[in-house]
Nanobody, 116 residues
Framework: QGQLVASGGGLVQPGGSLKLSCAAS????????MGWYRQAPGKQRELVAT???????TYVDSVKGRFTISRDNAMNTVYLQMNSLKPEDTAVYYC??????????WGQGTRVTVSS
């Protein structure tokens, strides 16, 4: 059974940085798109960034210029480098992976808190 394991969340002051990681393990093959979503308290889950296996990226407007998504295809791992963090970035961040056969997987979520 395949799974995604996310790590790297924590407490950081406004203006600080964090890097999230998410590794796919088990029987997850031919991953096409990987991405990060987040869900803030009382809000719906929103898409933050995606990256295809060829390196094409997309970002929600609110994180453009501050967040960078990358991946290591050989390791089936996706990263989210978050700089210039703001209190409104506080949320539980979830990684996702979608295979070429349209099967989707979700990580367990990692909490990011931006507060002074």
């Amino acid at each position: 059974q395949g799974q995604l394991v996310a790590s790297g969340g924590g407490l950081v002051q406004p203006g600080g940085s964090l890097k999230l990681s998410c590794a796919a393990s088990g029987s997850i093959f031919r991953i096409n798109t990987m991405g990060w979503y987040r869900q803030a308290p009382g809000k719906q889950r929103e898409l933050v960034a995606t990256i295809t296996n060829s390196g094409t990226t997309t970002y929600v407007d609110s994180v453009k210029g501050r967040f960078t998504i990358s991946r290591d295809n050989a390791m089936n791992t996706v990263y989210l480098q978050m700089n210039s963090l703001k209190p409104e970035d506080t949320a539980v961040y979830y990684c996702s992976a979608r295979t070429s056969s349209s099967v989707s997987y979700w990580g367990q979520g990692t909490r990011v808190t931006v507060s002074s």
